[in-house]
């Protein structure tokens, strides 16, 4: 299949990228457009052939297909702007967002689609670096449209994703992988000035240890890089995590609950609790009927998983 030649709307890390990336790999990007004009020029220097557009609807007059990497809520407007041709083509690339962003394209005669990177652009340097390996969501109103972009998925070292349900889950598993993991560990790190050190030494401290974690989790699998006191069951050390927080942390309390009940599913089917443990687990974090016993409680006795408390130190949570 001959590669379409391109147009982008958009300066930014994402339109960067795919623009260099694409160029790189063998495709002519034959004008680019953004509303900081210097960018645009700058981005186009960059490209073999490419030029800086004055308009939007050059960029659309020019390619067979044309990019919107534009902020999200931009999409529509844009799209709307361009007066759209037969035969032409247009995506955006919104990971949560259907093609109905592109309706008034698609009533003109335009192909539209989706081609939406699975990944996470601080900057367009580190994008560059990123993209191969990669997925990316496809999703296209034509066999052609869909050959073009599984085409590019692929050119860039990436692997391309056809998903039937709504694209708003897609989006949500994928903020839930990237964005609330640094959400997670702005809590983590946030604990540590209650040890005495500070939240730079804690993230840089709890780094290797996420780092070995998602090692983990490429080479066994999930559930089996569980590790730390849900999976070995250990019943008194969760006990302990609750009372603590609940005297320097309660704020940290919720979100410990909410993903120690959802590891204990994970735990059961590594198979290293059994329900029995599960259930006494479930109570210690107040899922239960029958109380939340605190550090030492008879519920959680020496040698079935609880201790004395004597003074806390902190402990491995690995």
């Not at 962003?101 to 990177?117: E, I, K, N, S, Y």
């Not at 449209?145 to 994703?161: E, H, I, K």
């Not at 993230?203 to 006191?229: K, Q």
């Amino acid at each position: 299949m001959d590669k379409p030649t391109l147009g982008f709307l958009g300066t930014g890390v994402v339109a960067t990228a795919l623009c260099q990336s694409l160029g790189r790999a063998g495709y002519r990007i034959a004008a680019v457009h953004g509303r900081d004009s210097h960018r645009a020029r700058e981005l186009a220097l960059s490209l073999d052939g490419a030029r800086a557009a004055a308009t939007r609807q050059e960029v659309a007059d020019e390619s067979d297909l044309v990019v919107l990497a534009v902020s999200d809520d931009a999409i529509a407007a844009v799209a709307d702007s361009i007066s759209w041709r037969q035969g032409g083509a247009v995506v955006h690339c919104n990971g949560a967002a259907s093609l109905a962003l592109l309706q008034t394209a698609q009533r003109a005669g335009a192909d539209v689609g989706v081609f939406h990177p699975l990944q996470s652009f601080a900057s367009a340097e580190q994008a560059l670096r990123l993209i191969p390996g990669s997925a990316f969501r496809v999703e296209a109103s034509s066999d052609r449209l869909r050959g073009w972009l599984t085409n590019m998925a692929v050119s860039l070292g990436g692997r391309p994703l056809a998903l039937s349900a709504d694209p708003a889950l897609y989006h949500v598993s994928a903020v839930l992988a990237s964005n609330y993991l640094v959400t997670l560990l702005d809590l983590a790190a946030g604990l540590w000035p209650e040890l005495g050190s500070t939240r730079e030494d804690g993230l840089s401290a709890l780094l290797p240890l996420v780092r070995g974690t998602i090692e983990n989790i490429e080479r066994l699998g999930i559930p089996s890089a569980l590790t730390g006191p849900i999976a070995r069951g250990d019943v008194g050390t969760v006990a302990r995590h609750l009372d603590v927080l609940r005297e320097v942390a309660p704020h940290a309390l919720p979100v410990y609950k909410e993903l120690a009940l959802r590891a204990i599913q994970v735990a059961l089917r590594k198979g290293t609790i059994d329900r029995e443990r599960a259930g006494r687990l479930e109570i210690v974090l107040g899922d239960r009927p029958g109380g939340a016993p605190t550090c030492g409680d008879a519920r959680a006795p020496r040698g079935q998983g609880g201790t004395g408390c004597g003074s806390r130190r902190p402990t491995s949570a690995s």
